[in-house]
């Protein structure tokens, strides 16, 4: 699962293909919507939750309110199922499906920071990421990116600094699974199941507010 982006995204993988999927783009509902994703996925797969072995998370970047919807749903159903739970970069998941849709590297993916930025990272193919992921004003990136095609809905938010925007423009828990399914077959690591935020939550504490005491 994943909710790292505007797209609440679920799948169901068993190991060799995705069985179930589902996915929709709604920025202020991702607690709303991954639940019943969840159980529409099961559904339509024809289990039951206790008969998964292995939960993956998006663990983003993205902005703070959404993505911990995410991440404290895989953590709560990784306990109750006594399951490990993996946690994967959002913009690696959208790397890979651009790959699996023909993409070469080297390209870029972006996806919407708010703010007037975005989350951004570089690939040399769909399974390898150049350095860490970062935030940054289109602008100030452009130059860097340029002649490179760049996936994710960042670019599409901002075609005068990425002229060359790819699909997919979101991220889909099936393309997340299926490179989880990969990385686990190979024995590799994985991320922890904590939020990638790269900088501040848009919500904070106003500085300087009256403190009230009772008499």
């Known amino acids: 699962m994943d909710t790292a982006t505007p797209a609440v995204t679920v799948a169901l993988h068993d190991g060799t293909s995705v069985i179930a999927s589902s996915g929709q783009v709604d920025a202020r509902r991702h607690g709303e919507l991954l639940l019943p994703a969840v159980d529409r996925v099961l559904a339509e797969a024809g289990t039951k939750l206790d008969a998964v072995t292995d939960v993956v ?16 749903t895989a953590a709560t159903f ?10 994967l970069c959002t913009l690696d998941g959208l790397a890979y499906a651009a790959g699996l849709e023909g993409l070469e590297g080297p390209f870029a993916v972006a996806t919407d920071a708010r703010r007037k930025e975005v989350y951004w990272a570089r690939y040399e193919d769909a399974r390898t990421r150049t350095g860490e992921p970062a935030v940054d004003r ?21 075609p005068d600094a990425f002229p060359d925007a790819r699909a997919p423009e979101h991220v889909a828990a099936g393309a997340l699974a299926a490179l989880a399914a990969e990385r686990l077959a190979a024995g590799q690591e994985f991320l922890e199941p904590r939020p990638l935020y790269l900088r501040r939550p848009d919500a904070q504490v106003p500085k300087n507010y009256k403190v009230v005491t009772p008499q």
């Open 78 to 87: 990784a306990s109750a199922l006594s399951v490990p739970v993996h946690g």
């Open 57 to 72: 998370v998006g663990v983003g970047p993205g902005p703070y309110t959404g993505l911990r919807v995410g991440l404290v």
């Open 138 to 158: 289109p602008a100030d990136i452009a130059g860097a990116l340029a002649g490179l095609p760049v996936v994710g809905a960042g670019a599409v938010l901002y």
